[in-house]
């Protein structure tokens, strides 16, 4: 099978697409033939080695999201079968024509859904309703998201609303992207660089993190609360989170997925009940074959675009 990797950290000049043998699923494992794949901030700032993974061995291979059929079956893994077509994160591997998928975090595909919609709308869709519901809002607060127009972005602004938000406020690198959140239902778009992000909010999510984490903190009322859901880092002065009764939460989905089954499953459903009701939209900003993994990667670092990135096998 052909696959991508990198053998230094760099920019996405570094990922190379490679030759490799099948992988072989294990206890709890699917084997997917990939037909789509997601491209997340975290995985561009791994190939720098900025994220989590930036002391890992070398050669790198990414994780992220993966849709597709499955070809293989590891031991103890109920609920699948060869044929099924699913949508999963993967820990590693997923840049390639075949992926290893844990069974705890894979998901069957509605009928008729396509594997490109999969992975624009069920990673994406899960991280934006964890983050609401670790965030808990009440009906009329207000909800501000850094990252707006990236691929959990863009849906955690049409699901702020559609839980009951008064007012969401889009934080984003460009005023190029307003247009395209005041169509997804953004009732305030302000850029990164501006000297006041409005009137504070009740709830921020942020995407981001890095320099704009502090940023974010100040942009809530007293009393407010953070989801910090990426991987940029960052630090805060704590005496802000004592002055003004605000806190913190840190999220990952894996923990959220193992912790919170049910409501993981709820989340599942609820995604795809409202993609097809035309009630949320997962848009698509570019679709690539895997030999353009780099071109990917040059999109997601220049911030250029408007929902997800996907590469094709």
């Known amino acids: 099978m052909r696959r991508v990797r990198f053998h230094a950290y760099g920019g996405p000049e570094v990922l190379r697409l490679e ?3 099948d992988p072989v699923p294990g206890p709890g494992e699917l084997l997917v033939r990939t037909e789509a794949i997601g491209v997340t901030l975290p995985s561009v700032r791994r190939v720098r080695g900025d994220g989590k993974g930036g002391g890992d061995p070398l050669p790198g291979v990414l994780g992220g999201e993966i849709a597709g059929e499955v070809v293989a079956l590891g031991p103890d893994v109920p609920g699948f079968a060869v044929g099924d077509r699913v949508t999963s994160l993967t820990l590693t591997g997923s840049y390639g024509e075949l992926a290893l998928a844990p069974a705890s975090l894979a998901s069957h595909l509605p009928d008729g859904a396509s594997a490109v919609q999969a992975v624009a709308l069920v990673r994406g869709g899960h991280v934006a309703l964890a983050a609401l519901s670790t965030a808990a809002p009440s009906d009329g ?3 501000l998201i850094t990252g707006a127009a990236s691929g959990t972005g863009h849906l955690a602004v049409q699901l702020a609303k559609l839980r009951g938000a008064a007012r969401v406020v889009a934080a984003v690198s460009s005023e190029a992207k307003a247009g395209f959140l005041y169509g997804l239902g953004a009732d305030e778009v302000v850029t990164y660089d501006q000297g006041s992000w409005g ?3 009740d709830i921020v999510l942020d995407g981001v993190g890095g320099e704009l984490l502090p940023r974010a903190l100040a942009a809530l009322a007293p009393g407010g609360r953070l989801v910090f859901f990426n991987s940029g880092g960052g630090t805060v002065p704590a005496y802000e989170l004592l002055a003004g009764a605000k806190t913190i939460t840190g999220l990952t989905m894996r923990r959220f997925a193992t912790v919170h089954r049910e409501r993981y499953a709820r989340h599942h459903d609820e995604l795809w009940e409202l993609a097809a009701a035309g009630r ?7 679709e690539l074959p895997l030999a353009e993994a780099a071109k990917a990667h040059e999109i997601i670092e220049a911030r250029a675009n408007l ?3 996907v590469l094709r096998p």
Do not use: D, N, Q, R
């Not at 949320?280 to 570019?286: D, G, K, P, Q, R």
């Open 141 to 143: 607060e207000s909800v």
């Open 199 to 201: 009137e504070p909010v």
């Open 280 to 286: 949320l939209t997962a848009a698509v900003h570019a």
């Open 19 to 21: 030759e490799a043998e």
């Open 307 to 309: 929902g997800k990135v």
